[in-house]
């Protein structure tokens, strides 16, 4: 098993531009989620989904997007980067089922110039 | 709004010393708190506590979580440089029907030969 596959794991932008950052995730979990870490902020959930068709709203959504269409994989799209997206982005999965640890990918280090 | 407060923030220790890492945590609708330790990359999980008084250990680091003041406390006892990263709480919350990790801050600890 490869746990959570985050991809790439770097990536520099120009304000304006727009990408996916992708997430895959080969041990059948229901729960898939998107985090961004910030010097001082400790993570902060961006959007999450409890299974293929299914996504909600974290605590700073605003400025991505995300789409569930197969239970392996949750892309997280940025519309048109700006400067304060630059963050290292973590996707982390669980079971939905009983109490589950949530199980994190190495993370995507993004600089938007 | 759901908050978790992690004390201290930052903390430099000799190799052989014990430490108490401290999270305290307001969320509606509690189901359970996480420690996960952070080195260079992906968050590890280390606890997943819902029960008051219950302690969970592993080796050198125990936990335990007191539901009625809201606390845990995480203990590593003879320290290793090994030990040194940014070790994380987070409260699982339900809301609207979802689970939501909310995270502290971390505390970054450094042992020091």
């Known amino acids: 098993n490869a746990g959570v596959t985050q991809t790439p794991k770097f990536q520099v932008l120009k304000t304006g531009q727009s990408m996916t950052l992708q997430c895959a995730q080969d041990m059948n979990h229901e729960y898939m989620s998107w985090y961004r870490q910030d010097p001082g902020m400790g993570l902060r959930l961006i959007h999450y989904s409890v299974g293929a068709g299914i996504t909600d709203q974290g605590e700073v959504p605003n400025g991505y997007n995300v789409s569930r269409s197969t239970t392996e994989d949750f892309p997280l799209r940025l519309l048109s980067a700006a400067p304060s997206q630059t963050s290292v982005y973590f996707c982390a999965s669980r079971m939905d089922r009983g109490n589950q640890p949530q199980h994190f990918g190495d993370g995507t280090r993004l600089s938007i110039l | 709004e759901d908050k978790v407060v992690q004390s201290p923030l930052s903390l430099v220790v000799h190799e052989g010393d014990t430490v108490t890492l401290n999270c305290s945590y307001e969320v509606t609708n509690f189901r359970s708190l996480l420690w996960y330790k952070q080195e260079k990359k992906a968050p590890t999980f280390l606890f997943m506590l819902t029960s008051s008084g219950i302690e969970k250990k592993s080796g050198r680091l125990s936990s335990i979580l007191d539901k009625k003041e809201l606390f845990s406390i995480l203990n590593i006892t003879a320290t290793q440089t090994g030990d040194s990263a940014v070790y994380l709480c987070?409260?699982?919350?339900?809301?609207?029907?979802?689970?939501?990790?909310?995270f502290g801050k971390g505390t970054k600890l450094t042992v020091n030969p």
């Open positions: 987070a409260v699982e919350a339900s809301k609207g029907g979802s689970e939501k990790l909310v």
